[in-house]
């Protein structure tokens, strides 16, 4: 071969084979490297707390459930709400509960009380 093609065209340069190259460096990561013999735990991808993040104080860990619609609970540190809370809740809960279902984010087909465990 004399590196020419049909009619003497030339051929087209052959291209590297970048599969037999080395590789090259990657940038170095800022987590520290693992060196324990346990398995490899990767660090969180963000932090349990937002820097900016209000954290109230502890409080007796107690929350209360108020079903809005299926799939839908609203909880609340602090008393726990009266029938007329629950009520009111719900009412106030309808802008919500329609932005929820416009944006099929729902499983509101069903009333509050469907799925309940007794």
Do not use: I, K
């Not at 013999?37 to 108020?66: I, Q």
């Not at 087909?109 to 007794?118: I, K, L, N």
């Amino acid at each position: 071969m004399d590196g020419s093609g049909p009619g003497g065209a030339p051929l087209p340069p052959v291209r590297p084979r970048f599969w037999t190259a080395e590789a090259a460096p990657t940038a170095t990561s800022s987590a520290p490297a693992h060196t324990s013999t346990g398995p490899y735990v990767p660090p969180p991808a963000f932090p349990a707390t937002p820097p900016d993040a209000v954290v109230p104080e502890a409080s007796s860990g107690l929350v209360h459930g108020v079903r809005l619609a299926a799939g839908v609970t609203l909880l609340l540190e602090g008393r726990a709400p009266s029938a007329g809370d629950v009520a009111a809740l719900r009412e106030a809960a309808a802008p919500l509960l329609a932005a929820l279902r416009d944006r099929n984010l729902d499983d509101l087909d069903r009333s509050p009380s469907e799925g309940m465990q007794a």
